[in-house]
């Protein structure tokens, strides 16, 4: 490709990263699926290991099919640098241990993914590292929880599992008067949907295993930046160190799954969008939280920041946890288990599963409920999807 041309998103996420034509002119780059590399002499060793050369050492380190998977990334999330992980939870511990020290503080949003929070109220506390839980969909009180000892914000937007909308620009505005780094979770908009480096984050994380890969093969994780040096640092000082690396062979099915990211995330919300439109009008359910719905608390704030809505969907019915757990019993197309963004339409109860973490007196302080049902709208025909879901919530 035309590395002066300015390509739009759906052309990088098929050509970008690209070194011109593959070995014996293959149309797809091969997999360098081998865990070291040899060299042509002890001088070689030295400019490769003093970084004066692009070669490659070893695979835990780098390795081209790697490589090309992280520039991508980068393209695709308008960073200068990424490091690929093993899963979404290396490179979210991955990047929260690279900015924390003991002594120092993190602030976090108040609905996090179940490992996530985890790692903040549990993990971390272990080395000494405090953490401080806020409402961040409200900013007024953020500088006032900020102190000498605190280094990160971190939040994803849309969260999981209730899509709450956090405004990327005003937090990263105050985070950087008071030189705070912000860490953002993209996983359920994808790179296609929202950029929050070009609002003011500092990092953007995602599970690829989601969207990214897009059918349900692979586990694997990506951390991007525009700071080159700390990308370097990230992955040298922290990924190498603690060993969290993406196999060559995830690296190139997460680059098949990035070709057709942009038609896929289109499907997606297209029918999140109906099936959260017939959920609302359903006498059986009392609530829809889905970006895209004009009364949702978080609309204007995701038409502000994304191009798009997603395709995540959590609601409650009209009935208790028993009742909720018969619907997600009684679906026969929607698939019952955690993880999201394939091809499949998934569903879950969060606090039985993905949240189970959360200690369960407590969560309606983060947002959560006990019969909260979490719906990863996939690519079947929409009207099969409804209709599952419709029969499911007839045997309430």
Same mark, same amino acid.
């Given at each position: 490709?035309?590395?002066?041309?300015?390509?739009?998103?759906?052309?990088?996420?098929?050509?970008?990263?690209?070194?011109?034509?593959?070995?014996?002119?293959?149309?797809?780059?091969? #997999?360098?699926?081998?865990? *070291?590399?040899?060299?042509?002499?002890?001088?070689?060793?030295?400019?490769?290991?003093?970084?004066?050369?692009?070669? @490659?050492? @070893?695979?835990?380190?780098?390795?081209?099919?790697?490589?090309?998977?992280?520039?991508?990334?980068?393209?695709?999330?308008?960073?200068?640098?990424?490091?690929?992980?093993?899963?979404?939870?290396?490179?979210?511990?991955?990047?929260?241990?690279?900015?924390?020290?003991?002594?120092?503080?993190?602030?976090?949003?108040?609905?996090?993914?179940?490992?996530?929070?985890?790692?903040?109220?549990?993990?971390?506390?272990?080395?000494?590292?405090?953490?401080? #839980? $806020?409402?961040?969909?409200?900013?007024?009180?953020?500088?006032?929880?900020?102190?000498?000892?605190?280094?990160?914000?971190?939040?994803?937007?849309?969260?999981?599992?209730?899509?709450?909308?956090?405004?990327?620009?005003? #937090?990263?505005?105050?985070?950087?008067?008071?030189?705070?780094?912000?860490?953002?979770?993209?996983?359920? $908009?994808?790179? @296609?949907?929202?950029?929050?480096? *070009?609002? =003011?984050?500092?990092?953007?994380?995602?599970? $690829?295993?989601?969207?990214?890969? &897009?059918?349900?093969?692979?586990?694997?994780?990506?951390?991007?930046?525009?700071?080159?040096?700390?990308?370097?640092?990230?992955?040298?000082?922290?990924?190498?160190?603690?060993?969290?690396?993406?196999?060559?062979?995830?690296?190139?099915?997460?680059?098949?799954?990035?070709?057709?990211?942009?038609?896929?995330?289109?499907?997606?919300?297209?029918?999140?969008?109906?099936?959260?439109?017939?959920?609302?009008?359903?006498?059986?359910?009392?609530?829809?939280?889905?970006?895209?719905?004009?009364?949702?608390? =978080?609309?204007?704030?995701?038409?502000?920041?994304?191009?798009?809505?997603?395709?995540? #969907?959590?609601?409650?019915?009209?009935?208790?946890?028993?009742?909720?757990?018969?619907?997600?019993?009684?679906?026969?197309?929607?698939?019952?288990?955690?993880?999201?963004?394939?091809?499949?339409?998934?569903?879950?109860?969060?606090?039985?599963?993905?949240?189970? =973490? @959360?200690?369960?007196?407590?969560?309606?302080?983060?947002?959560? *409920?006990?019969?909260?049902?979490?719906?990863?709208? &996939?690519?079947?025909?929409?009207?099969?999807?409804?209709?599952?879901?419709?029969?499911?919530?007839?045997?309430?």
């Amino acid at each position: 490709m035309d590395k002066n041309k300015k390509y739009r998103f759906e052309t990088m996420s098929i050509h970008a990263g690209s070194q011109g034509k593959n070995a014996n002119n293959a149309l797809n780059p091969p #997999i360098y699926q081998t865990s *070291t590399f040899v060299f042509d002499s002890i001088e070689h060793v030295e400019k490769v290991m003093s970084f004066e050369s692009d070669d @490659y050492v @070893y695979t835990r380190g780098n390795n081209p099919t790697l490589r090309l998977f992280e520039n991508r990334m980068a393209a695709l999330e308008e960073g200068n640098g990424a490091v690929a992980f093993s899963s979404g939870m290396a490179a979210i511990s991955s990047v929260l241990f690279s900015f924390l020290k003991p002594g120092d503080n993190i602030i976090v949003n108040k609905t996090l993914y179940g490992s996530s929070y985890n790692v903040v109220t549990h993990l971390l506390p272990q080395y000494n590292v405090d953490y401080k #839980i $806020a409402d961040l969909s409200y900013t007024d009180g953020l500088k006032d929880l900020i102190d000498e000892k605190t280094k990160v914000i971190y939040f994803e937007t849309p969260s999981n599992p209730n899509l709450m909308l956090i405004d990327i620009k005003k #937090i990263s505005k105050i985070a950087k008067e008071k030189e705070v780094k912000v860490v953002i979770d993209n996983t359920f $908009a994808t790179p @296609y949907f929202q950029r929050p480096l *070009t609002l =003011g984050a500092d990092v953007v994380v995602h599970s $690829a295993t989601k969207y990214i890969c &897009g059918h349900g093969d692979v586990v694997g994780g990506v951390a991007i930046s525009k700071n080159a040096d700390y990308i370097q640092s990230l992955k040298f000082d922290y990924m190498c160190e603690f060993g969290g690396v993406m196999s060559p062979f995830n690296a190139w099915l997460l680059l098949r799954g990035l070709k057709t990211l942009g038609v896929r995330m289109r499907q997606h919300e297209k029918n999140a969008l109906e099936v959260a439109r017939f959920l609302k009008r359903h006498p059986k359910v009392k609530e829809v939280l889905y970006p895209g719905l004009e009364d949702f608390k =978080g609309h204007e704030i995701a038409k502000e920041q994304m191009s798009g809505f997603g395709a995540m #969907i959590s609601f409650e019915i009209n009935g208790d946890l028993e009742a909720a757990k018969k619907v997600v019993n009684s679906v026969r197309l929607a698939q019952l288990a955690v993880s999201l963004g394939d091809c499949e339409t998934l569903i879950e109860l969060p606090a039985a599963m993905t949240h189970r =973490g @959360y200690p369960k007196e407590e969560l309606a302080k983060f947002g959560l *409920t006990e019969s909260m049902i979490r719906i990863s709208v &996939g690519l079947e025909d929409v009207n099969d999807i409804i209709e599952d879901l419709d029969n499911a919530l007839s045997m309430i």
